[in-house]
């Protein structure tokens, strides 16, 4: 424990109001490694409460127009944006995450990821054709689904869970969300801004905990019609096991082991800063290890430089970045995601050799590609196994576009249209005249 320290103590938000929880789970401050918070350890009976909250919700929050519902979704979005220094200043704290990346990219694209949908849910527009020589005109319509289970992780935690809770209100569902038990703070911060800028009770609720106790049971409730999930592939799994005898629509967003392909023409001035940051961002002792057992050189970081820390932050979660080079492709360090300051660094010759060795992973999240050859841009984006490839630069989004990867990266897309269709249910209606 922290000691004689005060620590924070979150709860539950359901139905318009904060409730306690009959037990908690430590949550640590990862600069020092000391406790500093305590989270709900919610399960079932939770869930009960949030799924009734949320299915009286749904019938006079679908009901709204969908102007009404951007006028809410924009009101929490100024909320939010006037308190951005004291969401920064919580993001960073809980989940290690400079201060710097806090205010410049988590808070601001949680922002955005409102005023975003609440926009883009304005302009969707349906499918009509005539059957003439019949006498019938065909049309679509799109309506929510109903309630919706969202479950976001640790490493981007307001910015992924708006990114989700935003499109799913926009749409007109209900929503029952559940944060990384790890990084749960900012979406407890934001329950506290729904009432005010207008969100009624039972559209949004949050319930904490862990994945086998609440997360299990909001994926198999009979009631929780669709689940987006962004996490590891064995929770996939998982989800997909519970959700099966319920037909429940899925959007797995997983994880990424994204190449940067570098050539020979790349312009370095902008290739070497964006992909220093694209590889150092996130904050994994046991790989480094592995990959000199494996004989990999390690040029920096981990081992080789000595990390020097305040007092403080002695037990702190910190990490040298990390440099590997003389690593085979089929280490663990080339082929599994890495939540660290961890780069490995490997040559190649030719364009066919590099596009097989980017797409010999399980995984097809997203890839980077740096030249100066318009022509082999266009070809080797073709080529790659990734969805979504950036080329020149890195980490520019178009929120219109889709979201999403291959292969063991996920199943679904994410953005403006992608989101919608996700969030409702489409209907053909025929009349004949």
Not at 102 to 116: E, L, Y
Not at 339 to 357: A, H, K, L, Y
Not at 371 to 396: F, P, Y
Request: net charge neutral; with cysteine.
């Amino acid at each position: 424990m922290a000691g004689t320290k005060a620590l924070l103590m979150l709860e539950n938000f359901i139905d318009g109001k904060f409730l306690p929880c009959s037990s908690y789970i430590d949550s640590y401050d990862p600069s020092t490694g000391e406790v500093y918070c305590r989270v709900p350890n919610s399960g079932k009976d939770e869930i009960e409460a949030a799924v009734k909250a949320a299915r009286e919700a749904f019938p006079g929050w679908s009901s709204r127009s969908p102007q009404e519902r951007s006028r809410v979704l924009n009101q929490v979005a100024d909320l939010l944006e006037q308190s951005l220094e004291e969401f920064a200043q919580a993001e960073s704290k809980d989940q290690g995450k400079t201060l710097a990346l806090a205010r410049t990219m988590d808070i601001p694209r949680s922002v955005q990821n409102f005023r975003f949908f609440a926009s883009s849910s304005l302009h969707h527009t349906s499918e009509c054709t005539q059957m003439d020589h019949l006498g019938c005109m065909h049309y679509t319509v799109r309506a929510p689904v109903g309630v919706a289970g969202l479950i976001s992780p640790w490493n981007l935690p307001l910015y992924l869970l708006t990114w989700k809770i935003a499109p799913a209100m926009a749409a007109g569902n209900t929503v029952i969300a559940k944060p990384s038990e790890l990084t749960s703070v900012t979406a407890w911060m934001l329950c506290k801004l729904l009432d005010k800028a207008g969100v009624p009770p039972g559209v949004v609720n949050i319930v904490f905990g862990t994945g086998p106790r609440v997360g299990e049971a909001l994926v198999s409730h009979p009631e929780v019609p669709l689940i987006s999930f962004t996490g590891s592939q064995p929770t996939a799994e998982r989800i997909t096991q519970l959700s099966a005898p319920h037909c429940k629509k899925l959007s797995l967003e997983l994880g990424g082991k994204n190449p940067a392909i570098i050539f020979e023409d790349a312009n370095l001035d902008e290739c070497i800063p964006a992909t220093v940051r694209s590889s150092f961002a996130n904050q994994v002792r046991s790989y480094v290890k592995r990959a000199l057992a494996e004989g990999a050189q390690i040029w920096c970081g981990e081992g080789v430089d000595k990390l020097s820390l305040p007092a403080r932050n002695q037990a702190g979660y910190f990490m040298l970045p990390t440099v590997i080079t003389d690593i085979k492709d089929e280490s663990c360090c080339m082929t599994e995601e890495i939540f660290g300051p961890v780069t490995c660094v490997v040559p190649f010759d030719s364009e066919e050799e590099v596009i097989e060795r980017a797409n010999n992973v399980k995984y097809g999240l997203a890839a980077t590609v740096w030249s100066s050859n318009v022509g082999r841009v266009h070809r080797v984006a073709k080529k790659l196994q990734s969805g979504l490839v950036w080329t020149n630069c890195w980490l520019i989004r178009e929120l219109n576009l889709p979201f999403g990867g291959m292969k063991s990266s996920g199943i679904g897309r994410e953005g403006a249209k992608d989101s919608y269709d996700f969030f409702t249910e489409i209907k053909t209606i025929t009349v004949k005249h």
